[in-house]
């Protein structure tokens, strides 16, 4: 089974990150590109077992992707992962419907793709904030993280969906989903 091993982290100066990661020798394999991300459940059983099944938008792709529970070794995460291309972000939607999934939360960014080594290196801008992310093998992860200056004890262990839900109880103005607004909507 593949498994997903990646660290979030908060991403407090993009300019900062993107020179160090150009002086390591990374390659930018997506410039910031909007991104659609659809969280669907069937009456709450993938949530109760800690999976995830998802439906993203990334610029021309579509993917599909089922997640099993995530276990933490240290800031690290890692958890099985499947993933695959499907042809339409609606169609992919109305599928899992008529299987009974129902979108239950959605998360918009626009993100930035980066490769260094090993490592894929991606930095989100979000409606909430931004973040950055590394996955590849933990000591690769952990390389890179002290690269870029960042300390592994900082890294987040939320998803975006705890993140926005945190950040909903503490502010009212944001909506059921993490959405850019109209106005805020970044251009592609």
Request: proline fraction near 5%; aromatic fraction near 10%; glycine fraction near 6%.
């Amino acid at each position: 089974m593949p498994r997903e091993i990646e660290a979030k982290f908060p991403l407090f100066d993009r300019k900062v990150i993107t020179e160090k990661l150009l002086n390591a020798g990374a390659e930018r394999l997506y410039p910031e590109t909007f991104e659609d991300n659809i969280i669907l459940d069937r009456r709450g059983e993938l949530k109760t077992r800690g999976a995830l099944l998802r439906i993203r938008k990334f610029g021309r792709y579509v993917l599909v992707t089922s997640k099993g529970p995530v276990t933490f070794t240290g800031g690290v995460k890692t958890r099985d992962e499947v993933q695959t291309g499907i042809e339409s972000f609606e169609s992919a939607i109305a599928l899992f419907e008529m299987l009974g999934y129902k979108p239950v939360f959605r998360y918009q960014k626009m993100r930035e793709v980066w490769r260094l080594d090993q490592a894929e290196i991606v930095l989100d801008h979000t409606p909430i904030g931004d973040y950055l992310e590394i996955e590849g093998q933990t000591d690769v992860i952990e390389r890179i993280a002290g690269i870029l200056g960042l300390r592994m004890e900082d890294a987040i262990r939320m998803s975006y969906a705890e993140l926005y839900r945190q950040q909903r109880r503490v502010r009212s103005d944001l909506t059921e989903n993490m959405v850019f607004s109209p106005e805020e909507m970044p251009s592609p």
